[in-house]
């Protein structure tokens, strides 16, 4: 219980909850279903993609391509399908992109792990590239063109509420997809060898190969892991918007690495945890969202996210330096 | 015997520098060969002109990212910091206009004042939040460019801020025996920076902090001051890209290059051979070129192509990611 | 019993054009301990990597168990029971103690996933086989260093190994904890257990070994048991020199007043009440065990942890030292005690390493560098040191271990300090370049510097020191003359001074 109370996770929880109250007391209308399952929706796709980013994260690394990889994929998907005369639903257009996510991120792996180079760096080419591709050879503008079966998916909702604002709005089916797929990240980095791997290198990746981690295996399964996450949050967030984007996502790389980070994930690898994620990407929506119904108007809104953000990076860095002081000590705790 | 300490970020990995402006210069040489064989507008004064009009600004933001990552930082709010800078210039000098009537010259040199003192002020909180804080620079850099960017849309509403003195467009428009300004200034920069980093104790206690901030530290080294420094240096180079992106627009939006120019920066500085400890300028100003030329080069060559100017963006990533593999070989070839 | 284990073939390894080893071969048998030791660079490490599947072997073979390899594979070595437990314990700092040593279990079985309830269960009996008792859920990194080689044990009998590799497994332990592990060492001998001790102490080696293998250059030198050996052949196998500690010229302390001044200088929970006289032309030992607040004491002198009450006073002067800069222009240095990464910048030049300190003296006043002066300076202490590298333009960790202590003492001496702080100045060097350092610490006190040497070495101590304080539990517990004591009663003290 102990350890729940000072876990990295309740402390973002307890925040979440006490922005929810400090903006519900100011305006009672944020305490309502349809905001919950607003924010819930603008949540999901980022936090798919988080959970990509969480893996690479505690392995060590840091990787900003997969927002290109979330364009090429989608696009690709849409325009293949939309070619083959494609009407049915989401499914086939998620088991499409899939595949080119994994092969994405089977590429580049196969070039982190067969030239040794830095995740990062490769990332920086491999985000151009995919952006470029997308818009070079695949197409330049928004295509508003949606098989059938895609049509009423934005509106598809589990449970639906009525809304004086808003109108009928309601809990987004793709909820399940995000269950599912957070269960499963859970589970990989739990239970198996290669979620450990992940936490084993991102600890120490020289004791992990020695431990005999295939490091090039894991390295190769989590890229392909996140390219094929990046490409199902790309997939849904076409459907969201009924829309396909070449330049999706462009430039909120740094967003979804930040919100993760927020939820605990070490930019230095071998810490982060699932929930966290979740809770960090939560606590952005809220943040943003919450701000409106202050009333603060649309301009100042990035400024206090920044602001709030600065906050954010600083208690736990001091908090971190005045404990370096004791790394001095490491035989006082011991009588 | 002893194990690699891996950096932070972006990692424990190291170029070679010599090695590395060798590789630049012919991949430089072979791409201007190649654009100038097949395409007749390449070589042409007025192409080189634009060229040197366009790639200053860049260059300059990749400079600032270099100096950054060579002290084992990144400095995400650059773009942010150039538009903010410019934007405040660019405003005092709207409203000061009054004042200055008759002497629009000066008011130049206030608009770079302006610029200037505001990017160093930016890159003094970065200093604070990355170097006396001891956030990680990448999160620290990354909640100022939301701050930065949100101050600027505050200031301006949303909206582009335009109607400057003519005499701000000299910067942007103009030549001097035969060099663009901002050339002119990308020039002088790089043979600045490249005179502190290599020759100056500023310099020397950066690689020394950059390489082992721990062994600086028990050398006598202020990591924390030096990295303030490199913040402030930083966020100047940023507002001297502003300028001149004010000066070559006539304009300033807060959104100018947010989604592309960060990554840009990135590439130019990695491409250029920058690492913790290590950094060259003539590494990052070859690598800018190389970006103009691919950008100019395949401009030309696709005119009337549907989406030909992607095309750059594409060949850009592609060819990043082979000189990272031939440097790869390189090394290899070195330590066999 | 006298069952072949292991054996390697003709084994030879390249690095960078380099030669590591040499056509190397050996044996192990059941149950025997093997002493290997050699200098830096002589090509222990890279041995234990290639029997540990780390590195691939450019020539040779090696047999485990009657099978044979051309190379091995981390996992196949592991599945073979090999085990080694490294200098740094190899362990994650980040993840608790059970997985620590519960997950080999898991990754060798080829297992792809994690059943927590077994993980734990293995982590309490490998503890429960060395009789150690850790909570298993501590994070690893937060625990002392004595706890962490044996969660390093632990996790290797797990593995039931054959075969334990330890490299240097004594470097950071106290002398107690060194007693315990050679109780572990035997027990595990009569267990059947082989095990591959190396380390560059030879007392050490000599008293736990049954034979002794001795590397020089990437060759094997000497193969003999260790009851025919005493420790001046191996040394002399080792170097390949003979080393004379029989007529050493001490410094004699100036009688003036002293050098330095520290009156109840209080740091809690590190040390408290200090109080000690330094005078110029000493050089003043500070020893005690793991956790006794020397280092603190040291780092306090040099403004990295600075004293919470107390006085320092220098030549006669308080002074307050806040910081290091305040430290150096006291001209106080301070020789770290972790030369990877406390002392050196690797990837940069030698030059550049050695000029650090005083760069802004080498600068002029616009804090431009004089760069022949620099190139100069640095070559100068180059050949003052007798530092051996063919440019001072190559970067650092290009050089030996032993050089590259030489190159962090430059560093210091560079800048001439009046009173030089020393932190184990010969932990993992050579022999040789030990003898050497030794020599330059005497001989700086005799040029009128009082040196502050930190250390638990105690042949180390009797061999450079005027005095040696004791500290135990944060406070000077004992001071000794050199001439009024020996190395027996110095050892009987520190020892004793656990609790």
């Given at each position: 219980m102990k350890k729940l109370l000072n876990s990295h996770e309740f402390v973002v929880f307890l925040i979440l909850m006490i922005i929810s109250i400090v903006i519900g007391f100011r305006?009672?209308?944020?305490?309502s279903a349809s905001t919950l399952f607003d924010i819930v929706r603008g949540s999901i796709v980022y936090c798919i993609m988080g959970l990509g980013v969480l893996m690479v994260l505690i392995s060590g690394n840091v990787d900003i391509s997969f927002v290109a990889i979330a364009a090429m994929t989608s696009y690709s998907t849409h325009m293949l399908l939309l070619g083959l005369g494609y009407n049915g639903g989401i499914g086939l257009y998620l088991v499409v992109s899939i595949v080119f996510g994994l092969l994405a991120g089977l590429l580049m792996a196969f070039i982190v792990n067969q030239f040794d180079l830095p995740i990062f760096y490769v990332s920086l080419g491999y985000q151009t590239l995919w952006y470029g591709f997308n818009l070079f050879f695949i197409g330049r503008a928004m295509n508003f063109n949606l098989p059938e079966g895609l049509v009423g998916y934005y509106s598809r909702f589990l449970i639906k509420v009525k809304d004086p604002v808003a109108g009928e709005t309601g809990l987004h089916v793709s909820v399940v997809y995000l269950l599912i797929i957070a269960i499963f990240v859970w589970w990989l980095l739990k239970y198996t060898t290669f979620g450990r791997g992940l936490y084993a290198m991102g600890g120490n990746r020289e004791v992990a190969i020695r431990a005999g981690f295939n490091v090039k295996r894991i390295t190769y399964l989590m890229l392909a892991l996140s390219g094929a996450l990046a490409a199902v949050a790309g997939v849904i967030q076409g459907a969201y918007s009924r829309s396909f984007n070449?330049?999706?996502?462009?430039?909120q790389d740094l967003d979804v690495i930040a919100a993760v980070v927020i939820g605990g994930a070490a930019i230095t690898g071998g810490r982060g945890s699932v929930v966290g994620t979740i809770l960090g990407v939560l606590l952005i929506q809220v943040l943003n969202r919450g701000l409106i119904f202050l009333g603060v108007s649309a301009e100042w809104q990035k400024m206090v996210v920044g602001l709030v953000l600065i906050i954010f990076i600083s208690i736990p860095a001091i908090a971190e330096q005045r404990q370096g002081r004791l790394k001095y000590f490491p035989m006082g705790k011991e009588k | 015997m002893a194990e690699q300490k891996r950096g932070?970020?972006?990692?424990?990995f190291r170029f070679n520098i010599e090695d590395r402006v060798l590789l630049l210069s012919v991949v430089l040489i072979i791409l201007v060969i190649f654009f100038g064989a097949i395409e007749d507008?390449?070589?042409t004064g007025s192409s080189i002109r634009s060229m040197a009009f366009q790639c200053p600004e860049i260059g300059l933001m990749g400079l600032g990212m270099a100096i950054a990552m060579m002290i084992d930082g990144i400095n995400l709010s650059i773009n942010d910091t150039a538009n903010l800078s410019a934007l405040i210039a660019g405003l005092s000098i709207v409203k000061l206009a009054p004042f200055f009537a008759g002497h629009e010259f000066l008011s130049i040199v206030i608009v770079f004042l302006v610029a200037i003192a505001t990017g160093a002020a930016c890159g003094a909180l970065n200093g604070l939040l990355a170097?006396?804080?001891?956030?990680?620079p990448i999160l620290a850099t990354l909640a100022t460019l939301t701050l930065y960017r949100g101050i600027s849309v505050v200031i301006t509403g949303g909206k582009t801020l335009t109607g400057f003195p003519?005499?701000?467009s000299i910067i942007g428009h103009q030549v001097v025996m035969g060099i663009p300004i901002p050339f002119v200034i990308f020039l002088i920069v790089g043979i600045l920076m490249y005179f502190v980093l290599e020759y100056t104790t500023f310099g020397f206690k950066v690689r020394m902090s950059g390489t082992n901030p721990t062994a600086a530290k028990f050398s006598g080294i202020d990591n924390r001051s030096i990295a303030m420094k490199v913040y402030i240096l930083s966020g100047i180079l940023g507002a001297i890209a502003g300028i001149i992106v004010m000066s070559r627009t006539n304009s300033v939006a807060?959104?100018?290059?947010?989604?592309?120019y960060i990554l840009l920066t990135l590439l130019i500085s990695v491409l250029g051979g920058t690492s913790p400890g290590f950094g060259n300028v003539v590494g990052v100003i070859l690598a800018t070129f190389i970006l103009q030329v691919l950008s100019t080069g395949f401009h030309m060559l696709l005119l009337?192509?549907?989406?030909?100017?992607?095309f750059k963006d594409f060949s850009w990533g592609v060819l990043f990611i082979a000189i990272l593999i031939i440097d790869h070989f390189m090394r290899r070839e070195k330590s066999i | 019993m006298n069952e072949e284990l292991l054996r390697v073939e003709h084994i030879s390894k390249y690095f960078a054009g380099v030669?590591?080893?040499?056509?190397v071969s050996f044996n192990i048998n059941r149950g025997e301990v093997r002493g290997l030791v050699g200098e830096n660079g002589s090509g222990k490490s890279t041995m234990i990597k290639i029997i540990a599947g780390v590195y691939e072997p450019d020539k040779g073979d090696i047999y485990i168990n009657g099978n044979h390899y051309k190379r091995l594979t981390p996992i196949i070595s592991i599945r073979e029971g090999i085990q080694v437990i490294y200098q740094d314990f190899?362990?994650?700092?980040?993840?608790t103690v059970a997985e620590n040593i519960g997950i080999n279990r898991v990754i060798s079985k080829g297992?792809?996933?994690?059943?927590w309830k077994e993980v734990y269960e293995s982590a309490k009996e490998g503890l429960s086989r060395v009789g150690a008792d850790i909570?298993?859920?501590?994070?690893?990194?937060?625990?002392?260093t004595a706890d962490r080689q044996i969660i390093a044990i632990a996790r290797a009998l797990l593995e039931d190994a054959r075969l334990i590799i330890m490299d240097e497994?004594?470097?950071?332990?106290?002398q107690l904890e060194i007693q315990h592990l050679f109780k572990t060492i035997n027990d595990l001998k009569k267990r059947g257990i082989s095990i591959l001790f190396v380390s560059h102490k030879l007392n050490e080696v000599k008293e736990i070994s049954d034979s002794i293998l001795i590397f020089r250059d990437g060759k094997k030198v000497l193969d003999q048991e260790?009851?025919?050996?005493d420790i001046k052949t191996m040394e002399y196998y080792m170097t390949g020199r003979q080393i004379d500690t029989s007529s050493i010229a001490y410094s004699e302390p100036e009688?003036?007043?002293?050098?330095l001044k520290v009156e109840n200088l209080t740091l809690r929970p590190c040390f408290s009440n200090v109080s000690f006289e330094l005078k110029s032309r000493e050089v003043l030992g500070i020893t005690g065990l793991l956790g006794s607040g020397r280092t603190e004491l040291a780092l306090s002198l040099f403004g990295?942890?600075?004293?919470?009450s107390g006085e320092i006073w220098l030549e006669g002067k308080k002074v307050f030292i806040k910081r290091v800069q305040d430290a150096m222009e006291q001209e106080i240095g301070y020789v770290p005690e972790d030369r990877i990464k406390e002392g050196?910048?690797?990837?940069?030049?030698i030059s550049n390493n050695l000029v650090v300190t005083i760069i802004d003296w080498l600068a002029?006043?616009?804090?431009?560098?004089r760069n022949q002066t620099k190139l100069k300076t640095a070559e100068e202490w180059v050949s003052k040191l007798e530092i051996?590298?063919?440019?001072?333009?190559?970067?650092?960790?290009?050089?030996?271990g032993g050089n590259q202590q030489r190159v962090v003492l430059a560093k210091w001496l560079a800048g001439n300090p009046k009173i030089l702080i020393l932190n184990g100045?010969?932990?993992?060097?050579?022999v040789g370049s030990k003898a050497a350092i030794h020599e330059l610490i005497r001989n700086l006190a005799k040029q009128g510097m009082g040196i502050i040497l930190i250390s638990d070495d105690i042949p180390e101590l009797m061999q450079t020191c005027n005095r040696i304080l004791l500290m135990r539990d944060g406070r000077i517990v004992k001071e000794f003359r050199r001439e009024e004591t020996n190395e027996e009663e110095l050892h009987r003290h520190l020892v004793a001074a656990k609790n």
């Open positions: 305006n009672p209308l944020f305490f070449p330049v999706l996502f462009m430039g | 932070k970020f972006p990692g424990g507008r390449f070589l170097g006396y804080i001891g956030a990680p003519k005499e701000l807060y959104e100018y290059g947010t989604r592309t009337g192509v549907r989406g030909s100017s992607f | 030669r590591a080893l040499d056509d190899s362990l994650f700092p980040n993840l297992g792809r996933v994690v059943n909570p298993l859920d501590a994070i690893t990194g937060e625990l002392p497994p004594t470097t950071a332990l106290t260790a009851e025919e050996l009688e003036a007043p002293p050098l990295e942890l600075p004293a919470e050196l910048f690797l990837e940069q030049s002029s006043k616009m804090g431009i560098i051996k590298t063919p440019s001072v333009e190559n970067p650092a960790n290009s050089l030996s100045p010969t932990v993992g060097v050579d």
